[in-house]
């Protein structure tokens, strides 16, 4: 399974030249609350290279020059009050996103705290300057404030870390059409122009018969090897034929995303129009188990999704295609699912391979994963394209919901289901969600803090709503 690759941080501390002119030795006091910040930081999954401590206008731009193509964030940490007008220039030219945290070296600065600890513990004032620039020349930025001493500051800042890997991900990405998009959907269709120049994201379609040929070119023991796999990790309850069409068509669909080198892919189930060519059965299989190695996925042509799906997984460890499909207005529930995609790493359990019926009879029985989805908490994140060739972001913060076995119908074993609990009534959060422009296709992201992941789509530059 995935697992998100360690955010890589630039932290860049701020000082006063002034101070080292008047009172050389009294930069030495901050080197243990550094120091801190450090450990913090990488304590929480961060690859953190601390630039040397800035001052004026060259040491700034030294040390962003270093950390320009080397970091997914630049974290800006004020020892001190720093002018600045000092740091401005440089931070606004770069294209990083950037975090300001905004912390001291001690917690408490009550009446009863010793004179001397004005100098250790003044730097918020700087974050005031800095921050009041930035948005002077608008240039975006995050901040998460609060004490050294509170987990939850640094936490806030490594899901900000998470969120800007995820950025870099998305941005130049490669996606892979197989087929064209589903007639007449159109709320994710986007001209591929556009989203080049949005995004410098590129989309390649191919025909079936590409996928025919890759998948005639499949060896009978690299079959044979990938259904001993399956039976490790899954239980596969289907029979021999279809499996073996099923992983044939798969492994043809691996290489040719590997060989083109691309983070996301979609396939339109309805270009699957003959049972007897080699791409003779929809690969479902495949595709779970693609989100689950990391690349993105969405239905029906959708690469626009399927790049969200990659890097989100890229930034937060694990993301699935999915769509809400029905309401639970009773029990204030929403039913996800979708024919037969879902990322295996959402799984309590071992996942079930099952038989699933061709959708129109033109291709054949296929291959499909399902399971009860891990309990626990997850952002619901939506990627949505506006007038004027705009986009937005549109995250919630949801529960997974356990499933009950004494209550499930025995045909939903074989059907793709997970059942999510938004904070908002049911009904008030889908008229929100299509106030927001919401899409029919999105991604469901567990464990992952929505603060965090609304602000991926502020790094990204585009409109960000959060459904609380």
């Known amino acids: 399974m995935m697992t998100a690759r360690q955010p890589r941080i630039g932290l860049v501390p701020f000082y006063l030249k002034l101070y080292d002119d008047l009172m050389p030795a009294r930069r030495a006091g901050f080197q243990p609350f550094l120091e801190r910040v450090v450990a913090e930081l990488t304590g929480r999954g961060l690859d953190v290279t601390c630039a ?20 997914d964030l630049v974290i800006t940490l004020h020892l001190a009050y720093s002018p600045s007008l000092e740091a401005l220039d440089v931070f606004r030219k770069s294209r990083l996103p950037l975090l300001l945290l905004d912390t001291t070296p001690h917690a408490d600065f009550g009446m009863d705290v010793p004179a001397d600890r004005i100098m250790l513990n003044h730097g918020v004032h700087g974050v005031m300057d800095f921050a009041s620039m930035l948005n002077r020349v608008r240039r975006p930025f995050e901040i998460v404030a609060g004490s050294v001493d509170a987990p939850a500051t640094f936490d806030r800042a490594a899901g900000m870390a998470r969120a800007a890997a995820a950025v870099q991900r998305f941005r130049g990405m490669k996606t892979l059409r197989i087929g064209q998009a589903f007639r007449g959907m159109g709320d994710f269709s986007v001209d591929p122009a556009v989203l080049l120049a949005s995004f410098n994201l590129s989309v390649d379609e191919i025909g079936m018969e590409a996928l025919d040929q890759a998948a005639a070119a499949v060896a009978d023991g690299e079959v044979d090897d990938e259904i001993r796999r399956d039976r490790q990790r899954f239980d596969c309850q289907l029979d021999e034929a279809t499996h073996r069409d099923a992983t044939r068509v798969g492994l043809g669909l691996r290489r040719l995303v590997a060989d083109g080198g691309y983070g996301a892919f979609s396939v339109n189930f309805q270009s699957f129009d003959r049972p007897d060519r080699p791409a003779c059965a929809m690969p479902f299989l495949e595709i779970s188990k693609s989100m689950a190695r990391g690349l993105g996925y969405g239905g029906e042509g959708d690469v626009l999704t399927a790049a969200l799906v990659a ?32 990322n295996p790493a959402l799984a309590q359990g071992r996942p079930h391979v099952f038989a699933k019926k061709a959708f129109d009879t033109r291709s054949r029985d296929t291959a499909a994963l399902t399971f009860a989805a891990r309990p626990g908490p997850a952002t619901f994140v939506n990627l949505t394209p506006g007038p004027d060739d705009t986009f937005t972001l549109v995250s919630a913060p949801v529960e997974i919901l356990a499933e009950n076995a004494d209550r499930l119908d025995p045909a939903m074993r074989d059907t793709v289901r997970v ?14 969600y299509s106030r927001a422009g919401g899409t029919h296709h999105s991604a469901l992201v567990p464990g992952a803090d929505a603060a965090s992941v609304a602000a991926f789509g502020r790094m990204l530059g585009i409109g960000s709503v959060a459904l609380e």
């Open 419 to 432: 059942w999510i609990r938004p904070r908002q009534p049911v009904a008030r959060f889908l008229e929100a």
């Open 311 to 342: 890097a989100l997984s890229h930034g937060f460890g694990a993301a699935s295609f999915t769509e809400i499909f029905c309401a639970d207005w009773s029990g204030d529930t929403l039913f996800l699912s979708h024919m037969g995609e879902i």
């Open 52 to 71: 040397p401590v800035c001052r004026i206008a060259s040491e700034f731009g030294e040390a962003m020059s270093r950390l320009e193509n080397q970091v």
